[in-house]
Nanobody, 124 residues
Framework: VQLQASGGGLVQAGGSLRLSCAAS??????YAWFRQTPGKEHEFVSA????????FYADSVKGRFTISRDNAEKGVYLQMNNLKPEDTAVYYC????????????????????WGQGTQVTVSS
């Protein structure tokens, strides 16, 4: 099983990017995006529980980012609008075999599979 993240790049503040996370062979119970900057731990960004399509966001991205299903690729998108310099990070997609419980969707350790990361750089 592989997760392939793509769509990162360099964008000016206020711009938009759409990240994609494609999963080979199967769909998962839950997907999430985390981000990481040098010297820091992974930070939760957003998650979706596949079957019910319930979504979750960090306060810092709520209203600007949208996670959605990509049925064709058995993965998810992360639409990022109104990007800010503080959004600069390596973004990782993650997937959990079974649906994560509500209290755990933001926890890095519950996810079974991880993609390779894609760099997002927002210039001021």
């Amino acid at each position: 099983v592989q997760l392939q993240a793509s769509g990162g790049g360099l964008v000016q503040a206020g711009g938009s990017l759409r990240l994609s996370c494609a999963a080979s062979a199967r769909t998962f119970g839950g997907y999430a995006w985390f981000r990481q900057t040098p010297g820091k731990e992974h930070e939760f960004v957003s998650a979706i529980r596949w079957n019910e399509r319930s979504t979750f966001y960090a306060d810092s991205v709520k209203g600007r980012f949208t996670i959605s299903r990509d049925n064709a690729e058995k993965g998810v998108y992360l639409q990022m609008n109104n990007l800010k310099p503080e959004d600069t990070a390596v973004y990782y997609c993650a997937a959990k075999t079974t649906r994560p419980i509500l209290s755990a969707v933001r926890m890095k350790d519950v996810y079974d599979y991880w993609g390779q990361g894609t760099q997002v750089t927002v210039s001021s």
